[in-house]
């Protein structure tokens, strides 16, 4: 759980299922670190979703690619995203955005959060070009074929994408 001590301080929330985690979620977490004075990444524990790696797994492999960001925490949640974003202090949502199909959906999610919490904005951060083609889908189909996924993810995450291959893990 975070501790959200200060409330001067301009922390956002970049909520997500990182399943895994990606260079292009890693790009816009970047960026966000230089904006906010804090940036909670929180894996989103859904269990309605068939995901590919455990809400621990998908934390730990992100604790692992942020180790160098001083004003990343890393944390999962269950529940609404606005609720969490209130227990932690947040008034910001941080959300990516690749494509136009992206904008669409995040546009609507965007809405419906401010009619939940209007005290919470939404910030929108494209990918870098070099990275609007990439999504944890499309790793995860390269990952199960044994393709170099190195391009795709943060080294943490590749390696542990062969590790669990090896020992025979779908």
């Not at 909670?40 to 621990?56: D, G, H, P, R, Y």
Request: charged share 25%; net charge neutral.
């Amino acid at each position: 759980m975070i501790d959200s001590c200060a409330n001067n301080k301009k922390i956002a929330l970049y909520p997500g299922s990182f399943d895994p985690i990606t260079n292009g979620h890693l790009d816009v977490l970047e960026r966000a670190s230089r904006m906010f004075d804090m940036v909670v990444i929180a894996v989103s524990n859904n269990s309605e979703k068939n995901s590919f790696l455990t809400t621990e797994q998908r934390v730990d492999l992100i604790k692992g690619a942020t180790k160098n960001m001083e004003n990343v925490k890393v944390d999962s949640f269950s529940g609404l995203t606005v609720e969490y974003a209130r227990q932690i202090g947040a008034k910001f949502l941080i959300r990516g955005l690749r494509t136009m199909t992206d904008f669409e959906y995040e546009f609507q999610l965007c809405q419906t959060n401010q009619v939940l919490a209007a005290e919470i904005d939404t910030v929108f951060l494209s990918t870098k070009p070099e990275n609007n083609f990439i999504s944890s889908s499309m790793v995860k189909e390269l990952s199960k074929y044994q393709a170099d996924i190195s391009k795709l993810v943060p080294e943490n995450v590749v390696e542990y994408l062969k590790n669990i291959k090896q020992k025979g893990f779908n």
